[in-house]
């Protein structure tokens, strides 16, 4: 049965995590390159448990669904899911997101919806016990994620 809607969470660890306004302009830009429209976007900033750093979180109304992304600076940490009923190549977005980001490394993980609701999962790379919750992955790694 053809898929209808996509997942992907990208798990960006060591991250380098620019001001908020620049993220989400660094984001917007490889929400675009994969062919996904911006409806609208927002996003709000908030103090981390650690004292004078800034987290925040930013979404995306997309014409194929949404995107969002939350950091932690205090861990060097950036997620980021994309949910869409559009086909993306998300080694095209994690090369975006390398680049934005500099990340020591990313985990991208995706699963796909059907029309009868079935979920069919696939792991690129092992996410960390503590991102794991609810789910199995293997082992499998997929070229260019690192």
Do not use: N
């Not at 049965?1 to 969470?9: G, L, S, V």
Request: with cysteine.
């Amino acid at each position: 049965m053809r898929p209808i809607y996509q997942y992907h969470i990208f798990d960006l660890q060591g991250a380098m995590i620019p001001r908020m306004e620049e993220c989400m302009r660094r984001i917007a830009g490889a929400l675009e390159a994969v062919g996904l429209t911006i409806r609208k976007e927002t996003s709000c900033q908030f103090e981390s448990p650690e004292a004078g750093i800034d987290a925040f979180t930013g979404l995306w109304v997309l014409a194929e669904s949404h995107a969002v992304v939350h950091t932690a600076p205090e861990h060097e940490w950036v997620e980021i899911v994309v949910a869409s009923c559009r086909t993306i190549d998300p080694k095209l977005f994690t090369l975006f997101v390398k680049r934005a980001f500099k990340p020591a490394k990313i985990h991208h993980k995706s699963f796909e919806m059907t029309p009868a609701g079935e979920r069919r999962g696939q792991c690129l790379r092992k996410l960390p016990e503590r991102r794991q919750a609810g789910g199995s992955c293997d082992d499998r790694e997929s070229a260019g994620i690192d």
